[in-house]
DNA sequence: GTGAAAGCGCTAACAA
DNA sequence: TTGTTAGCGCTTTCAC
């Protein structure tokens, strides 16, 4: 990239100190009391010679990079995309840059990850961890991270994220109260503390509400494949579900597909809900019943309490409660019995 | 973030220069004939003091920060953040990371970014641009840039694209072969190459095939609200069209929204065709017939393309040719005539 | 084989 | 009101 003239350089040609140039370009002229008759000359060489103060010295210097670490498992996962547009737009009115990096849902690429970034000297970090584990991140519990839609309740690293076990109870609950007591779950990733909330929520309402009844849980993966080849296998089963809940945007596309592809039809055959809800949901046939997540919400909590963080404030974690969108795709069988 | 001990440190403890330390660390030992105690001296060190070189120290001594720019007007947007997405993968591999702007679609802001990102000491860029001017990226033309799905023809700056003029060929001409000729267009940005370099596309098939018909281009912006908006306009139209081409996926979502909540459906009403295939078209009802862009390939190349062009070599622009999934949005009037 | 010293471009304590 | 100087942590030339 170009590199401009530097602070010396301009400070030469002009016949002023390199400090000067520097008060003036951090905007700190005024505490320093340098003349107007040189902040005006100073301004007007930059102008002219196209100055640009070189950030990797600064940060060098100030020991600070004004760059936030942002992992998160999957870009291309509409979820993460969202939730990466609000950090990003809430980070920047910061004057906060995004250093992006995709984990792919692999802990030893996470590992590696948070070595590079490390090196890097950001500021701060806003993850999406993957796995059950978190030892990788126990050296950095005292340091700004913020944990955003999954966490490890060992750490004392703050965490904002949807409330998942909630949610999960209140979709469950939604298709016990339609009369569904057959319910398959097909869910993401296994080693995720979300699907395991979620786990935990299915269950929790299956067993306050039907008693000892159990769930049929498959799958393993936040995938659109997933959802389809977990949902072929649930058609296959002797005692098929007459609800699917499906733990995520993606693998509720998989599974309407199956289902479609193998000629039966939502919510005449199956019902289905789905965690994550997406605007498309809304189209397809029929459209889709499913827990919305609090994305801008979580976001900027999740900025909020970095910055929190590195003033060297406390923080505490934050889980916010989803909401059902009704739809089409779960039929009412009460009166069918 | 945790600072930990720093070359020299480990070096003074050890009784070794931090020249030494440097050469081991940077893996130059061999080039250096350090000798193997030495190297394992080191290494044991580092490995116990846990050091991490620090990369901004590094970036300034070696005026090169492994660092790409990556600027794209909304990650929220399924198309950009798949392109994000390979784009990441892709520079990974080359030990690259990602700082990720997002300029809103305004070019105000993506001046500012240019300017904050510059700063930052970037090796490289890839942007994919607002607007019909690139006036702000003259000064870029002798820098490793690459522009991704849009570009400026006056520039010589490189670019990767969909041959969006060709998709759109594809496209219109798909639904004249339908039997269509009353055709309405939402379009996307106005001021925006792709868009309308999508519109010459349709307006050239039209030409061709049809003589001296019209197209009715109507709406502006790559959104779900534009969408909405554009369609709801053309249903209360006096001529309304046969077959809508909307010009991007969010656009087909928010058209075939306003369609359903109008009471009409497609393709009985309306036949529909989109640019900008996504996963989920095969699901809505009915599933959408749309151009599909070869998004793993633009960001492969455009990745290749900066890579060659920081390694000093020269690059052509690309443009690929998209492909026309078939489904069933389109309606085949040719017989009702 | 190893080290001393200079310097990347900036800021800030101290001096004037 | 401005300048001098030291130093952030690293790499590399040159010397031994």
């Given at each position: 990239?170009?590199?401009?003239?530097t602070l010396?350089?301009?400070?030469?040609k002009i016949?002023?100190?390199r400090?000067?140039?520097?008060r003036?370009m951090?905007g700190?002229?005024?505490k320093?009391?340098?003349?107007?008759a040189?902040v005006?000359?100073?301004?007007r060489?930059?102008?002219q010679?196209?100055?640009?103060?070189n950030?990797?010295a600064?940060?060098?210097?100030?020991?600070r990079?004004?760059?936030i670490?942002?992992?998160?498992?999957?870009?291309a996962?509409?979820?993460?995309?969202?939730?990466?547009?609000v950090?990003?737009?809430e980070?920047r009115d910061?004057g906060k840059?995004?250093?992006?990096?995709?984990?792919?849902?692999?802990?030893?690429?996470?590992?590696?990850?948070?070595?590079m970034?490390a090196?890097?000297?950001?500021?701060?970090?806003?993850?999406?961890?993957v796995g059950?584990?978190?030892?990788?991140f126990?050296s950095?519990?005292e340091?700004?991270v913020?944990f955003?839609?999954?966490?490890?309740?060992?750490?004392?690293i703050p965490h904002?994220?949807?409330?998942?076990?909630?949610?999960?109870?209140?979709?469950t609950k939604?298709l016990?109260?339609k009369?569904h007591s057959?319910i398959?779950?097909?869910q993401?990733?296994?080693s995720?503390?979300s699907n395991?909330?979620?786990?935990?929520?299915i269950?929790?309402a299956?067993?306050?509400l039907l008693?000892?009844?159990?769930?049929?849980?498959?799958?393993d993966g936040?995938?659109?494949?997933?959802?389809?080849?977990?949902?072929?296998?649930?058609?296959q089963?002797?005692?098929?579900?007459?609800?699917?809940?499906t733990l995520s945007?993606?693998i509720?596309?998989?599974?309407?597909?199956?289902?479609?592809?193998?000629?039966k039809?939502?919510?005449?055959?199956?019902?289905?809900?789905s965690?994550?809800?997406q605007?498309?949901?809304?189209?397809?046939?029929?459209?889709i019943?499913?827990?919305?997540?609090?994305?801008?919400?979580?976001?900027?909590?999740a900025?909020?309490?970095?910055m929190?963080?590195?003033q060297?404030?406390e923080?505490?974690?934050?889980?916010i409660?989803?909401?059902?969108?009704?739809?089409?795709?779960v039929?009412?069988?009460?009166?069918?019995?």
């Amino acid at each position: 990239m170009p590199v401009g003239i530097t602070l010396k350089e301009l400070a030469e040609k002009i016949g002023v100190s390199r400090t000067t140039v520097s008060r003036v370009m951090s905007g700190n002229a005024n505490k320093y009391r340098i003349s107007t008759a040189t902040v005006e000359k100073v301004k007007r060489a930059a102008e002219q010679y196209g100055l640009v103060p070189n950030k990797v010295a600064q940060n060098l210097r100030l020991q600070r990079t004004d760059t936030i670490g942002l992992l998160i498992p999957d870009v291309a996962n509409p979820f993460f995309a969202n939730l990466a547009s609000v950090i990003e737009r809430e980070l920047r009115d910061q004057g906060k840059m995004i250093l992006l990096c995709s984990t792919n849902e692999s802990t030893a690429l996470e590992t590696e990850t948070l070595d590079m970034i490390a090196r890097r000297q950001i500021d701060g970090l806003l993850v999406a961890p993957v796995g059950l584990e978190g030892g990788h991140f126990k050296s950095l519990e005292e340091s700004p991270v913020v944990f955003i839609d999954r966490y490890f309740s060992d750490l004392t690293i703050p965490h904002v994220s949807t409330n998942n076990e909630w949610g999960a109870y209140l979709a469950t609950k939604y298709l016990v109260d339609k009369g569904h007591s057959e319910i398959a779950c097909i869910q993401g990733l296994i080693s995720t503390v979300s699907n395991q909330d979620r786990i935990t929520g299915i269950r929790k309402a299956i067993s306050d509400l039907l008693g000892d009844q159990k769930v049929d849980v498959v799958g393993d993966g936040f995938t659109i494949q997933n959802g389809y080849y977990a949902m072929e296998k649930l058609l296959q089963s002797k005692n098929p579900p007459t609800a699917i809940f499906t733990l995520s945007n993606q693998i509720a596309i998989g599974a309407l597909e199956a289902i479609r592809d193998s000629g039966k039809s939502v919510p005449q055959d199956f019902s289905l809900i789905s965690f994550d809800e997406q605007p498309y949901f809304k189209l397809t046939s029929p459209p889709i019943t499913a827990v919305r997540q609090p994305i801008e919400q979580i976001a900027q909590n999740a900025v909020r309490m970095l910055m929190d963080l590195i003033q060297g404030n406390e923080v505490s974690s934050l889980k916010i409660d989803p909401q059902v969108i009704e739809r089409e795709s779960v039929a009412d069988i009460n009166n069918q019995k």
